[in-house]
């Protein structure tokens, strides 16, 4: 599932979406233009707000923030370790397939060539 946040401010406003396999995107809109961006310098080239104002700096410091957030996440994510199998080790060293049943299939059983058709 995404995880979505926004910033609204006067003429702009930005949709941040992060999903574990996509990685993270922002859907900026500015008056008559909408644009999806994974790039910080083309977000910022595309808001073209400047950068010594309130507004400007806001801007700024949540898309830092976010990109944190997101970068500090991704370091959690680590594969979980792997636990012990339910299944016998015999079992797992023959598999699935036929030779599992070698012993237990008796030709002269009525369902021995028989198929399951679904």
Known sequence: MARTETFVAPGVRLEWQHDRWNGWRVNAWKPNVSMTFTDRKALLKFISWPTKTPTG???????????????????????????????????????????????????SDPNYQTRTVL
């Open 57 to 107: 700096d806001l801007i700024r410091g949540w898309i830092d923030g976010q990109i944190a957030q997101v970068t500090a996440l991704s370091a959690d994510d680590t594969e979980p370790a792997p636990t012990e199998s339910a299944l016998s080790p015999e079992l797992l060293a023959t598999g699935f397939g036929p030779e599992v049943f070698a012993g237990e299939l008796d030709p």
